[in-house]
């Protein structure tokens, strides 16, 4: 059975800083692409970052600069590194894990198999 297992968001101030973790089970997680996703009220879901089986990252353009996705195999582990937030990073942040063999894929949702439950990241103004 796998799970991926998002740590505790929170509430931060404008200009703080926070980390994020998904601890993965029961896969092969060094081979999947690993991404975080956020999902704000009345909005679409959002890629927000990707880190392929070979390390190479993407961010998305409102993020870069501020976060960071990184990855460490021997723990299984996904990181999102966001720095300089801002109130309009508020939103629950997901990670997910899929197959994704094409690298301009790991933007798409669908391409993602298994889904964390979501964590509530909060940036006061």
């Known amino acids: 059975q796998v799970q991926l297992v998002e740590s505790a968001g929170g509430l931060v101030e404008t200009g703080g800083s926070l980390r994020l973790s998904c601890v993965a089970s029961g896969l092969s997680f060094s081979i999947y692409t690993m991404g975080w996703f956020r999902h704000a009220p009345g909005n679409e879901r959002e890629f927000v970052a990707a880190?392929?089986?070979?390390?190479?990252?993407y961010h998305t353009d409102s993020v870069k600069g501020r976060f960071t996705i990184s990855r460490d195999n021997t723990k299984s582990t996904v990181y999102l590194q966001m720095n300089s937030l801002r109130p309009e990073d508020t939103a629950v942040y997901s990670c997910?894990?899929?197959?994704?063999?094409?690298?301009?894929?790991?933007?798409?949702?669908?391409?993602?198999?298994?889904w964390g439950q979501g964590t509530q990241v909060t940036v006061s103004s």
């Open positions: 997910a894990a899929g197959r994704i063999f094409l690298n301009s894929d790991s933007f798409l949702p669908y391409r993602y198999t298994y």
């Open positions: 880190i392929t089986r070979s390390s190479t990252t």
